[in-house]
């Protein structure tokens, strides 16, 4: 196996055992520069990137809100704690939480104003910053990308 990248970038001298490795190492490698990348746009308004996760999702499902364990379904990173991450925003000012008359088991989460207010300032960078990290890839290899991704999510 030729000498890749990847190998550089980790300062790995020794080829790895496969190319499935090798394409997983570089996989994680790419989600954690994206991840650091963005999170230098959420830090702006002091959020993290779970945090804008729920913002974004609350905002899609407009004024009927959402339990809170669908919004847990639906965020892009699973995590146990939904509740706490709730929480933190609803300290923040950006969700607000009801249980409704008809089912008093279930809490709903909306977003308020103010987190729309916050989203609507991030909108811009984000969009940017998207743009900037695909801009090496034409369309057509964007939705390459996307099918190759989605084959990887399908393997249970």
Same mark, same amino acid.
Do not use: I, K, N, P
């Given at each position: 196996m030729a000498h890749s990248r990847i190998l550089s970038e980790i300062k790995q001298t020794k080829p790895? %055992?496969?190319l499935e490795q090798e394409s997983i190492v570089s996989l994680l490698r790419t989600v954690d520069h994206v991840r650091r990348t963005e999170s230098g746009v959420f830090a702006a308004e002091?959020?993290?990137?779970?945090?804008y996760n729920v913002l974004r999702i609350l905002?899609?499902?407009g004024p009927d809100g959402l339990p809170t364990l669908s919004? %847990?379904?639906r965020l892009i990173e699973h995590t146990p704690g939904i509740t706490r991450l709730i929480d933190r925003l609803e300290a923040k000012g950006l969700v607000r939480r009801e249980r409704p008359a008809r089912d008093r088991r279930q809490v709903y989460c909306f977003i308020t104003e103010e987190g729309l207010n916050v989203l609507e300032r991030l909108d811009p960078a984000v969009e940017q910053l998207a743009r900037r990290l695909m801009q090496h890839l034409s369309a057509a290899q964007m939705k390459v990308l996307n099918e190759i991704l989605e084959k990887i999510r399908d393997v249970r």
């Open positions: 790895f %055992a496969s002091d959020l993290t990137e779970q945090q905002r899609g499902t919004v %847990a379904e």
